[in-house]
């Protein structure tokens, strides 16, 4: 096993393609030809963790926040990200991170938080756009079924739960070959009529060299023709935050405390109470004020999240209580997420989930 393997099967589930574009997931320390035994899954990265690792022998630490964010000029010890840095080096610990590319997928860091806490009928709260785009092609009707089934192993034509989805119009092509031409069909010098298809898929728009590498290789013209469209359609498997339903109402205090005691907080930070009863929750692991607005908008009774400032719960303007359960309380569960992904896809790596509570913030 290589730390590449490990890195496929991990963007397999959530590409790196997803990430915010602040953010820094991907492999910080480490080669991705580099052999692994086994690996140490956490919230964080810390000086303690890759202690933790040397001990449990992991060689590669996977945390859901990068230790590295922003520029980092020297090594010389001076801070925790600095003799976490070091010391992974010198103890050849590789680390990656799957940050916001890991929240932003259907089945990501707010899906573990939906099951968590009860939640029902789930949907992305805001979707992200702009990430698909269209291939339409050009292909003789005796080699369509060869060059479709060329694309969809390559990712296109995904739309949900379905796979291989396409649409065709059949017509008639022309064209002259010239000289230099080797033609799969027709003769140099003479114009030819070819009946074909007109092929339309969608794809992730970071696939776009793979699919198209796969559909020239696969299709026997010497110049295919086929154009790429760029598409505005939101993505439904892809966005942030989370919209669900509890299996049944409850009485906003008795919701409350089991929120407390599924999440095992002292307390949580709340806007005052509207309603005696919830059941409609909008929730966001981590830094989730961004989506104020959409929760809002979405009818929710309560908003779930963490990190808000003190002028923010103003925003609420009486439409929705804000629940602020704390970041790390928020993601507590992913790396169990992190570690469900490897233990699926290959079953044969050993994980091991961190036993150290990086939390930074405590109660009195």
Same mark, same amino acid.
């Given at each position: 096993?290589?730390?590449?393997?490990?890195?496929?099967?991990?963007?397999? /589930?959530?590409?790196?393609?997803?990430?915010?574009?602040?953010?820094?997931?991907?492999?910080?320390?480490?080669? *991705?030809?580099?052999?692994?035994?086994?690996?140490?899954?956490?919230?964080?990265?810390?000086?303690?963790?890759?202690?933790?690792?040397?001990?449990?022998?992991?060689?590669?630490?996977?945390?859901?926040?990068?230790?590295? /964010?922003?520029?980092?000029? *020297?090594?010389?010890?001076?801070?925790?990200?600095?003799?976490?840095?070091?010391?992974?080096?010198?103890?050849?610990?590789?680390?990656?991170?799957?940050?916001?590319?890991?929240?932003?997928?259907?089945?990501?860091?707010?899906?573990?938080?939906?099951?968590?806490?009860?939640?029902?009928?789930?949907?992305?709260?805001?979707?992200?756009?702009?990430?698909?785009?269209?291939?339409?092609?050009?292909?003789?009707?005796?080699?369509?079924?060869?060059?479709?089934?060329?694309?969809?192993?390559?990712?296109?034509?995904?739309?949900?739960?379905?796979?291989?989805?396409? /649409?065709?119009?059949?017509?008639?092509?022309?064209?002259?070959?010239?000289?230099?031409?080797?033609?799969?069909?027709?003769?140099?010098?003479?114009?030819?009529?070819?009946?074909?298809?007109?092929?339309?898929?969608?794809?992730?728009?970071?696939?776009?060299? *793979?699919?198209?590498?796969?559909?020239?290789?696969?299709?026997?013209?010497?110049?295919?023709?086929?154009?790429?469209?760029?598409?505005?359609?939101?993505?439904?498997?892809?966005?942030?935050?989370?919209?669900?339903?509890?299996?049944?109402?409850?009485?906003?205090?008795?919701?409350? #405390?089991?929120?407390?005691?599924?999440? #095992?907080?002292?307390?949580?930070?709340?806007?005052?109470?509207?309603?005696?009863?919830?059941?409609?929750?909008?929730?966001?692991?981590?830094?989730?004020?961004?989506?104020?607005?959409?929760?809002? *908008?979405?009818?929710?009774?309560?908003?779930?999240?963490?990190? /808000?400032?003190?002028?923010?719960?103003?925003?609420?303007?009486?439409?929705?209580?804000?629940?602020?359960?704390?970041?790390?309380?928020?993601?507590?569960?992913?790396?169990?997420?992190?570690?469900?992904?490897?233990?699926?896809?290959?079953?044969?790596?050993?994980?091991?989930?961190?036993?150290?509570?990086?939390?930074?913030?405590?109660?009195?």
């Amino acid at each position: 096993m290589k730390i590449k393997d490990v890195i496929a099967s991990l963007e397999e /589930f959530a590409p790196s393609h997803y990430q915010e574009n602040y953010d820094n997931s991907g492999l910080l320390v480490g080669n *991705r030809q580099d052999k692994v035994n086994a690996a140490l899954v956490a919230l964080d990265c810390t000086e303690e963790i890759i202690e933790e690792a040397i001990q449990e022998g992991c060689d590669l630490v996977i945390a859901h926040h990068p230790i590295l /964010f922003g520029n980092l000029n *020297r090594l010389n010890g001076s801070n925790y990200v600095e003799r976490t840095i070091i010391k992974a080096i010198k103890n050849d610990i590789a680390i990656y991170a799957i940050h916001t590319n890991l929240d932003n997928v259907l089945a990501g860091v707010n899906q573990k938080l939906a099951d968590t806490i009860g939640l029902s009928d789930c949907k992305l709260l805001s979707k992200k756009h702009n990430l698909l785009s269209k291939l339409v092609f050009f292909c003789p009707v005796d080699s369509a079924e060869k060059v479709k089934q060329s694309i969809f192993e390559a990712g296109a034509g995904k739309i949900g739960n379905y796979d291989c989805c396409s /649409f065709e119009i059949s017509g008639e092509g022309n064209f002259r070959a010239n000289e230099g031409s080797n033609p799969y069909v027709g003769n140099k010098g003479e114009i030819h009529k070819e009946s074909e298809l007109r092929i339309e898929t969608i794809f992730p728009k970071y696939l776009k060299n *793979r699919i198209v590498s796969s559909m020239i290789e696969a299709h026997p013209y010497e110049e295919v023709a086929y154009d790429i469209y760029a598409l505005e359609n939101n993505h439904n498997e892809v966005g942030s935050g989370m919209l669900g339903n509890l299996e049944t109402e409850l009485d906003f205090e008795a919701f409350l #405390n089991q929120l407390k005691s599924q999440l #095992n907080v002292p307390v949580v930070k709340h806007t005052k109470i509207l309603k005696e009863k919830v059941k409609k929750i909008a929730i966001c692991g981590g830094s989730g004020s961004f989506l104020l607005q959409d929760a809002i *908008r979405s009818g929710a009774d309560v908003f779930i999240s963490a990190d /808000f400032k003190y002028h923010q719960y103003f925003d609420a303007e009486d439409q929705i209580v804000i629940i602020d359960v704390g970041h790390y309380e928020s993601e507590q569960f992913t790396p169990e997420l992190i570690q469900e992904v490897l233990q699926k896809k290959i079953p044969n790596f050993a994980t091991y989930l961190s036993k150290i509570n990086t939390n930074p913030i405590n109660y009195s």
